[in-house]
């Protein structure tokens, strides 16, 4: 199993579901057919075939092949790859094989792990060196600092991890070959650097993206970070943040003042326009930024922590879970990064004259907000609720 050195990550993105498969891949591979299905692809995976020696090698009737033979094509699935003679007769007649969209729906789904495992080793041979030839081409090892951030987001790109959230992200046109390969991580640094300079606010959600674990977010941001330090790269940055300064002081103007009339039902309109215009999360300048949507809420409080407790408790059994499944792929020669889960609730439940807090973690709000906060309800990993009064988390 291959270990992540151990730096920080970006805490206030959420432990997400699995992604969704398209329906009409789903659908291949949950119909009756769902098993003749698995070991067509299981074969063709590994080599290119023609439909009878599928036929034998499965010892199942020709016709039957024949007709998932069609199913898979119409799915973009499998391809005629080429030609061959038949022994007896001499016709020409078709090899099939795998498209780039069914090596990457193998890579990527869990029907049949010895199927997903193969295809994975494949795709990692295929992007570990489309991905080296990236980083030469940009010279990434110009920057001088970020050691650390470098070792994470090497390995994680050749970790099956890895492998699996850049395809679903990008796309199996990434296996089509370089050229759409280096497209895509140029785009990974793009996303990384809205990412750095908005503080997270809402990219990744809006692009539709559903994310198992931060380790995404985490190679996103460090990519980032080390093209800042860089004496090219860092020209990114600045370009972005010159184009999108009129964007974001929009929106922080809007965010402010829609924070201001929220507060203003639960504080005084002083402590409102401050607490506006302080960073709810200390190590988050922009504060604000969507605030209203993502923590600010008028639900009961004991609802609010019934829930917060149910969503620490589940994100820990999927993390042990997922650490046992890890833990088998490890031993049937998987490259495997350990997936980190922040099961991070921060919640502002606003009431009439005051407002209260619900956390897993205190120490990332900032002092101003915890200060003038009626009660602090802070959740451990454990589900354990203890309510604390504000003044006493500060500066801790």
Known sequence: MVQVDSIDTIDDYQAGTDILIPQDQLDLFTVRERTNNENILGLLIRENLTAYKISKLLEID??????????????????????????????????????????GFAATQEVNLNIRDFALAECQRKLSSYWNVFWKLYEFDLSTHGSAMKRFVRRWMRSD??????????GPSMLEGESQALIAFRRMLDIGIILVQSEGDFVLNKLGIIQPS???????????RIALDHPKLRKLHDTIREIDGPLYSRIRSDEYNQTVVRLSTSTSAKVAQKLAMTPFFRDNPLGVMGMLERHFVDTPLDKVVRDAVGEIKRAVRKEKLDARKLEKSAKRGATIIRAIYHPSVQKVVLEPGRYRIVTSDPGAISDEWLRNSHEVYVIDREGEVKVREGEELVNR
């Open 214 to 224: 931060t380790n995404f977010t985490s190679a996103l941001t460090y990519l980032a």
């Open 62 to 103: 020709y016709t039957t092949i024949f007709d998932r033979l069609k199913d898979l094509k119409k799915q973009n699935i499998i391809e005629a790859k080429g030609r061959t003679r038949a022994t007896k007769s001499g016709n020409e007649i078709i090899l099939w094989g795998l498209t780039t969209r069914g090596l």
């Open 161 to 170: 991890e890895g492998i699996i959230e850049t395809l679903r992200t990008f």
